[in-house]
């Protein structure tokens, strides 16, 4: 069910940078898998970096590594994504998910399907790069 929601999308140069963050009120962060995804037009969706609860392994899709950060703060009930050295390729809606029973950074990044198949999902985030 759709409980995320996600800010910090928007215009960008290309080399720059956002934050994207995700909001999960209400929901106990500390026993989910985080996920950030990304589709573009005509392109099917794809998992760009994903988080573990139980140890904080982290998954960066080869396409992005070196250029974003993952991290969590489930106090705060919050999730982020750095996103530096922003390239045109970027641009996408960039979509959190939380997920209980994939614990594996890799493959919650990796699973296919609508995000309807995770335990929340939220709304998206624009992100364009373009000068």
């Known amino acids: 069910q759709v409980h995320l929601v996600e800010s910090g999308g928007g215009l960008v140069q290309p080399g720059g940078s956002l934050r994207l963050s995700c909001a999960a009120p209400g929901l106990n962060l500390g026993i989910y898998s985080i996920g950030w995804f990304r589709q573009a037009p005509g392109k099917e969706r794809e998992g760009v970096s994903c988080i573990t609860v139980s140890d904080g392994s982290t998954y960066y899709a080869e396409s992005v590594k070196g250029r974003f950060t993952i991290s969590r703060d489930n106090a705060k009930k919050m999730a982020y994504l750095q996103m530096n050295n922003l390239k045109p390729e970027d641009t996408a809606v960039y979509y959190c998910?939380?997920?209980?029973?994939?614990?594996?950074?890799?493959?919650?990044?990796?699973?296919?399907?609508?995000?309807?198949?995770?335990?929340?999902w939220g709304q998206g985030t624009q992100v364009t790069v373009s000068s």
């Open positions: 998910v939380l997920e209980h029973w994939i614990q594996a950074a890799q493959a919650l990044c990796t699973t296919s399907g609508p995000l309807e198949r995770f335990d929340y």
